[in-house]
């Protein structure tokens, strides 16, 4: 079978999707975070596929940057998740009810 | 083409940020407060330069990724304003944030330098990365008070909301970039007859929009805003409240403008639902809080609305007129919620009720929160008023060919009775509110005072005499010929 552009964008979209699912489904903080990830990554990898089959190497750099931005937000996210796990003991979404109306 | 005297502001902006983190290493815990007046005059130093001598050339560089043209400069100018303000009020905050202070100002810098970026931004890769350098700081400084848990629930609520658009926002990049073979607005503006009808472009461009749609906290991506407004720092949601939303707007009329104006043209029934949608939402949930920072909270997504009345209409008055109204809601944000900074130390809670008795403790901050309010009411003769009246006469010119303009001019209409209820019902606390906790007076310090009189004169001064910055935010939509010829030039 002959691998074209397409099959990269079907998985892209697959991995979209499910990260998406993860993040609505799932109710722990770090898993959601994984999820956010996984969304990320899709679209490095549709941007990968468009670079080599449109034979342009702009969306390579635009992976590099993705990828700096989603280390950067790692690195915010999980000191926060650590830090509101040190005032309450849990990383589960149903306990963030400080805020209502 | 590299061309470095484009981006003075940005490489001074950082220069500011990263000199607060240095000069606190030397300089001894009670001299706090003078690092941040040395933050807020440098500043200011910086917005006196840009709207001056140091006002960049106009100009595109980076590989066309950056330019700089009036709507560029306009923006930068305010972006500029709103971080001295945020600095300034920061100083009477600093008892409630604790440690960390000098931090704080080096991320409002930070922020300030994404946003200067956002207002310069000309391609989606430059608009990706300053949309998540004003995003990623704003994780930090939501979450700011680490004992608090109120602030730490707002930052990761906005964490992982503005995560999933920005991985909506990503994907829609990829997708444009897949069919259009490029990112550069200039480049997907001459390609647009063919990309109209490629489902992929559509597609993307729609995520793109979700993306943006979050950080202006337009309907349906507004979920986070009251949360977050409540929960943050006093002076991080300012910022928030005005910087994020403005660079959320200036990459909007940007890419609806500049990159894909046909496109988006055939769209106006989705914006117009996204309009109307945003306005109701606001107005409505407004209505029974009661809690002042969370009521600003729904107040920014019905401005959200708004403010895209103006980008519905498609034309040169309409985004006239969005950048006359953000340029008010500057000023009115700001000083709404310096008073709010000012009074945190001797009010206790963030409560509207708790306001009661402020008349006689302080009639001039009184006033002050009362004058913003009455603006953001849209009352004659404040800056609110005119802004509004601007945005509404730029859909009624489009409603002729677009009937549902009119449904839409309803609901604008409808919130802003609305909004008279809610935002009246602070005034009345403020004056006429009963069982005032304490009758102490409360004290003004210098800063507090040169920011609200800079808001304050700026409300006025703009609602009596709006023509000065009309004719300013006018121009600054016109069709640049330099720049769009230089842009067709980089199209081929």
Not at chain 2, 123 to 137: G, H, K
Not at chain 2, 309 to 319: E, H, I, P, R
Not at chain 2, 381 to 398: D, S
Request: glycine share 10%; charged share 10%.
């Amino acid at each position: 079978m002959n691998v074209g552009l397409q099959h990269y964008l079907i998985v892209s979209g697959l991995l979209f999707s499910l990260g998406l699912l993860g993040v609505v489904v799932r109710r722990n903080l770090l898993v959601i975070f994984m999820g956010l990830e996984l969304m990320l990554n899709a679209a490095n990898l549709s941007l990968v596929a468009f670079s080599r089959y449109n034979a342009n190497l702009d969306g390579q750099v635009m992976v590099f940057f993705i990828i700096t931005v989603a280390a950067a937000e790692v690195a915010v996210g999980l000191a926060l998740i650590v830090a509101l796990y040190r005032k309450r003991q849990t990383a589960h979404v149903e306990d963030l009810t400080t805020l209502k109306l | 083409m590299n061309d470095y005297s484009l981006i003075t502001l940005e490489i001074l902006a950082v220069i500011v940020g990263l000199g607060a983190l240095m000069v606190d290493l030397w300089i001894p815990a009670s001299a706090r407060r003078a690092l941040g007046y040395g933050t807020a005059a440098a500043l200011g130093c910086l917005l006196a330069f840009a709207a001056g001598s140091l006002s960049p050339q106009a100009g595109l560089g980076f590989h066309n990724t950056f330019v700089v043209d009036d709507l560029a400069r306009y923006f930068k100018t305010f972006f500029l304003f709103g971080a001295f303000v945020v600095v300034l009020m920061t100083v009477d905050f600093a008892p409630k944030i604790g440690s960390g202070l000098s931090e704080f100002y080096a991320l409002v810098c930070f922020a300030l330098v994404g946003m200067l970026f956002a207002a310069s931004a000309n391609d989606l890769v430059m608009l990706f990365v300053s949309l998540e350098l004003i995003t990623v700081t704003f994780y930090v400084l939501n979450s700011f008070q680490r004992g608090r848990i109120a602030s730490l629930e707002a930052g990761i609520k906005y964490l992982i909301l503005g995560a999933v658009a920005s991985g909506f926002m990503v994907f829609g990049i990829a997708l444009v970039f897949g069919s259009a073979n490029s990112t550069n607005f200039g480049v997907i503006a001459s390609r647009q007859a063919e990309l109209a009808h490629s489902t992929v472009f559509l597609t993307g461009l729609l995520l793109v929009l979700v993306g943006l749609g979050f950080k202006i906290a337009a309907f349906p991506f507004q979920a986070w805003a009251p949360d977050v407004y409540q929960g943050s720092p006093a002076p991080a949601t300012a910022f928030l409240a005005v910087g994020s939303k403005a660079a959320g707007f200036v990459l909007l009329v940007r890419l609806v403008t500049q990159a894909v104006p046909q496109i988006a043209a055939e769209w106006n029934r989705l914006l117009v639902v996204m309009a109307a949608g945003t306005i109701a939402y606001g107005s409505l949930c407004a209505l029974p809080q009661r809690n002042l920072k969370r009521l600003m909270g729904y107040s920014s997504i019905a401005n959200a609305g708004y403010l895209l009345l103006g980008v519905v209409a498609m034309s040169t008055s309409g985004s006239t007129a969005v950048l006359y109204y953000l340029g008010g809601y500057f000023f009115t944000v700001l000083a709404a919620f310096t008073v709010i900074c000012a009074i945190a130390e001797h009010v206790e809670g963030d409560d509207i009720a708790n306001l009661a008795g402020l008349g006689q403790r302080s009639p001039f901050l009184a006033a002050a929160l009362s004058i913003a309010f009455v603006s953001l009411a849209g009352i004659p003769p404040m800056v609110g008023f005119f802004g509004k009246v601007l945005l509404l006469r730029a859909v009624f010119e489009g409603a002729a060919a677009h009937p549902s303009f009119y449904l839409l001019i309803a609901v604008a209409v409808v919130g802003v009775v609305l909004s008279l209820y809610y935002y009246f019902g602070v005034i009345r606390s403020i004056y006429w509110g009963a069982n005032p906790s304490s009758l102490a007076p409360i004290s003004t310090s210098l800063g507090t005072k040169v920011a609200l009189a800079a808001c304050i004169g700026g409300i006025v001064f703009l609602g009596v005499a709006p023509s000065s910055l009309l004719k300013i935010a006018d121009q600054a939509v016109q069709p640049k010929s330099a720049t769009a010829a230089a842009q067709h030039a980089a199209a081929h």
